[in-house]
């Protein structure tokens, strides 16, 4: 019996090894997963005739294989149509080397049936799920033959099965592991080589970005100097178009370089309550403007950790959006105060246009504005902002009847 143990590790290494060599060497791009991949159900097929030629005899008519790994390894990692190749395969493999037909037809016609929902629920699973219910899967085999040689009343062959079926669950599992751990792998590498690859262009747009900010600033000097000029009221107003167009430029690039900038600045501890009245200040003209009104409760003594202009960006975008948002006529509240678990909460409110489900859920992300001369940009850097120094952003928006945002930052201890 032991030599037949021996015979079938010399089986696993076999398989370990074909498998290992295939995905070192043959792997295939998972776009192909569509069609029948033919490097996998080749290897798939050396594993099948190798261990359905060289099958382990226990006893004179029972031959231990491993041509169930192979099966299902062909339907997971290959599709359903390397799976039914692979099915043809073993039932030609399984003539010539003179297996029992009849047997081998019906019980692998039913094993291939009940793969095929298998495999639509293993590819939903994480790593644990799959193995847990591949393995599941496979015990079907021991635990039939099982009871039918218990049936039969063939007692010897019991130990032998039993380790024999143990032995190629582990294969099995150390295969799904092996499979599933180089793919995360390969899959790692390419998201890496994709951000490398974002983060190159955004460091060269912001360059270009600041190159262009300096002739944009010095053309805007010569349309200042031009405005002074004798002009027709007409030219007057085409020159503070021109200004203002340049603004917005000026605007989106300056919003641009806030995203694409790398943060290495050192943090500081703010005061809070004034930074916060500071912002207000900074908007309240723009807010009569509008005929809005804001109301204030800040806390005194707020003090957080952070970066002092940038979280004024952040109360300044959303203030403006809040102005915004509400157009004319209109009431804006900002509230201030230390929560009990120790981070400072930010409430700005408005009674604006607000959002529907599907407007919050593109919010924040690049580009996205619903204004004719928005950048899109404001919420992203503050998101990016605000999670840099360990807070958090909160949106509660109605459709006409306003929004509430909270920022939510961690206090100073
Ligand atoms: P921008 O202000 O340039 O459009 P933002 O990133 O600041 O870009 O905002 C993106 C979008 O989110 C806005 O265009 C607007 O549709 C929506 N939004 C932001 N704040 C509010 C608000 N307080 N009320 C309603 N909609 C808002
Ligand atoms: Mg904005």
């Given at each position: 019996?032991?030599e037949?143990?021996?015979?079938?590790c010399?089986?696993?290494?076999?398989?370990?090894?074909?498998?290992?060599i295939?995905?070192?060497?043959?792997?295939?791009?998972?776009?192909?997963?569509?069609?029948?991949?033919?490097?996998?159900?080749?290897?798939?097929?050396?594993i099948?005739?190798?261990?359905?030629?060289?099958?382990?005899?226990?006893?004179?008519?029972?031959?231990?294989?491993f041509?169930?790994?192979?099966?299902?390894?062909?339907?997971?990692?290959?599709?359903?149509?390397?799976?039914?190749?692979?099915f043809?395969?073993?039932?030609?493999t399984?003539?010539?080397?003179?297996q029992?037909?009849?047997?081998?037809?019906?019980?692998?016609?039913?094993?291939?049936?009940?793969?095929?929902?298998?495999?639509?629920?293993?590819?939903?699973?994480?790593?644990?799920?799959?193995?847990?219910?591949?393995?599941?899967?496979?015990?079907?085999?021991?635990?039939?033959?099982?009871?039918?040689?218990?049936?039969?009343?063939?007692?010897?062959?019991?130990?032998?099965?039993?380790?024999?079926?143990?032995?190629?669950l582990?294969?099995?599992?150390?295969?799904?592991?092996?499979?599933?751990?180089?793919?995360?792998?390969?899959?790692?590498?390419?998201?890496?080589?994709?951000?490398?690859?974002?983060?190159?262009?955004?460091?060269l747009?912001?360059?270009?970005?600041?190159?262009?900010?300096?002739?944009?600033?010095?053309?805007?000097?010569?349309?200042?100097l031009?405005?002074?000029e004798?002009?027709?009221?007409?030219?007057?107003?085409?020159?503070?178009?021109s200004?203002?167009?340049?603004?917005?430029?000026q605007?989106?690039?300056?919003?641009?370089?806030?995203?694409?900038?790398?943060?290495?600045?050192?943090?500081?501890?703010?005061?809070?309550?004034?930074?916060?009245?500071?912002?207000?200040?900074?908007?309240?003209?723009?807010?009569?403007?509008?005929?809005i009104?804001?109301?204030?409760?800040?806390?005194?003594?707020?003090?957080?950790?952070?970066?002092?202009?940038?979280?004024?960006?952040?109360?300044?975008?959303i203030?403006?959006?809040?102005?915004?948002?509400?157009?004319?006529?209109?009431?804006?509240?900002?509230?201030a105060?230390?929560?009990?678990?120790?981070?400072v909460?930010i409430?700005?409110k408005?009674?604006?246009?607000?959002?529907?489900?599907?407007?919050?859920?593109?919010?924040?992300?690049?580009?996205?504005?619903?204004?004719?001369?928005?950048?899109?940009?404001?919420?992203?850097?503050?998101h990016?902002?605000?999670?840099?120094m360990?807070?958090?952003?909160?949106?509660?928006?109605?459709?006409?009847?306003?929004?509430?945002?909270?920022?939510?930052?961690?206090?100073?201890?």
């Amino acid at each position: 019996m032991w030599e037949s143990i021996q015979s079938m590790c010399l089986h696993v290494v076999f398989i370990l090894f074909t498998i290992l060599i295939y995905q070192v060497f043959f792997k295939e791009r998972e776009e192909k997963r569509k069609k029948i991949r033919s490097k996998f159900f080749l290897f798939m097929l050396i594993i099948l005739v190798f261990t359905m030629s060289q099958p382990v005899l226990y006893s004179e008519i029972y031959k231990y294989d491993f041509k169930a790994v192979a099966i299902i390894l062909s339907f997971l990692y290959g599709g359903k149509r390397a799976g039914f190749a692979a099915f043809l395969a073993l039932l030609v493999t399984g003539y010539f080397t003179d297996q029992r037909m009849l047997i081998l037809l019906g019980n692998y016609t039913v094993f291939c049936l009940l793969l095929l929902p298998v495999t639509n629920m293993f590819h939903r699973y994480r790593i644990k799920g799959k193995v847990i219910l591949i393995s599941f899967f496979y015990m079907m085999i021991p635990i039939t033959r099982g009871i039918f040689l218990q049936l039969k009343g063939d007692h010897r062959q019991t130990f032998f099965e039993l380790s024999s079926s143990l032995i190629v669950l582990a294969t099995l599992i150390a295969i799904v592991y092996l499979i599933e751990n180089m793919n995360e792998q390969i899959e790692m590498k390419q998201e890496l080589i994709r951000t490398e690859k974002m983060n190159v262009v955004s460091q060269l747009a912001a360059s270009v970005a600041h190159e262009i900010r300096n002739p944009m600033t010095s053309v805007r000097g010569f349309m200042q100097l031009m405005q002074k000029e004798n002009l027709t009221q007409e030219q007057h107003l085409y020159i503070s178009i021109s200004i203002e167009e340049l603004d917005r430029a000026q605007e989106i690039i300056n919003q641009y370089l806030a995203l694409a900038k790398p943060q290495t600045d050192q943090y500081e501890t703010i005061d809070l309550t004034s930074v916060i009245q500071q912002s207000i200040d900074v908007m309240h003209s723009y807010a009569i403007l509008n005929s809005i009104h804001i109301t204030q409760q800040v806390e005194s003594s707020l003090e957080i950790e952070g970066l002092k202009l940038e979280i004024q960006q952040v109360l300044i975008n959303i203030i403006k959006n809040a102005i915004e948002a509400i157009k004319s006529e209109g009431e804006i509240w900002i509230s201030a105060a230390k929560n009990s678990n120790g981070f400072v909460s930010i409430l700005i409110k408005d009674n604006g246009v607000g959002m529907t489900e599907n407007q919050m859920k593109k919010l924040g992300s690049p580009y996205y504005s619903t204004k004719e001369k928005g950048t899109g940009l404001g919420l992203t850097v503050c998101h990016q902002i605000v999670k840099q120094m360990g807070g958090q952003i909160m949106i509660k928006s109605e459709l006409n009847k306003g929004t509430c945002f909270t920022i939510n930052l961690p206090s100073k201890k």
